[in-house]
């Protein structure tokens, strides 16, 4: 395996909002705004991509269709998903700012990692405009990646495609693939390095997979964790990750392990 010399990460419920909350209530929000009540997990299933291929993802979701259908009898139009898009990014940017924390220990181990000679690149589903909040927020208080790509910068071409990825590579000037590795919270950002043929290491603590605040982590009793950890792991291998990490404190030993460096 050729030297690994980039890692990408995901942001929100990977380096900074833990259990990825900033976007969640909005997407339910926008929702009832329009009569449609939809729940936690339908909002939280399509997680990773670019928001408004979001929220197409939720209205094209059986259940969601159904109450849709029954309310306004007719299928959703471009009309309706712009609509629901702007009201999402205006009720999001009032409060994101308040969701950029780093999680546990990512401010360390990413310090570490750069010491050692890794780039540090990152991509998002949030745009640029809601990137530059988060972006300053974060590096407020201690940080802020090498690199930071939206899918503003690919044409619009967000997850699962892997031009965010790409673009990560062409910055770092890495020669191939096999260089890098890509490490996130949610299906999409497997998708995103499957699809690049890139390896995809899925993250379980403060991911959008688990759901769960930090208090709420850190009050499950050691067997609730142990079945939300290993339910966690299934789902990330079943949708391709190729290693699944308990914490972000894991991956150095996880690419020392691979002989990456």
Known sequence: MAKIKGIIFDWAGTTVDFGCFAPVHVFIDIFNEVGIEVTIDEAREPMGM???????????????????????????????????????????????????????NVIEVIENLREQGYNIGSTTGYTTEMMEVV???????????????????????????????????????????????????????????????????????????????????NNLKKDEKNKIIEEARDKFIKNGANYVLEDITELPNLLEKLGVK
Not at 68 to 89: G, P, Q
């Open 50 to 104: 670019l928001k408004r291929d979001h929220i197409q993802s939720m209205l094209e979701m059986p259940r969601i269709q159904k109450l849709w259908k029954e309310k306004y009898h007719r299928t959703y139009s471009e009309k309706d998903l712009d609509k629901l898009y702007n009201r999402f990014e205006v009720l999001l940017m009032e409060n994101l700012r308040s969701f950029t924390d780093p999680l546990p």
């Open 135 to 217: 972006k300053l927020g974060a590096k407020e208080k201690g940080y802020e990646p090498d690199y930071i790509v939206t899918a503003d910068d690919v044409g619009g071409y967000g997850r699962p495609y892997p031009y965010m990825i790409y673009e990560n590579m062409r910055k770092f000037e890495l020669n191939s693939i096999n260089e890098l590795v890509k490490v996130g919270d949610t299906i999409s950002d497997i998708k995103e390095a499957i699809n690049g043929g890139i390896t995809a290491i899925g993250v379980i603590k403060g991911s959008s997979v688990v759901g769960l605040s930090e208090k709420g982590w």
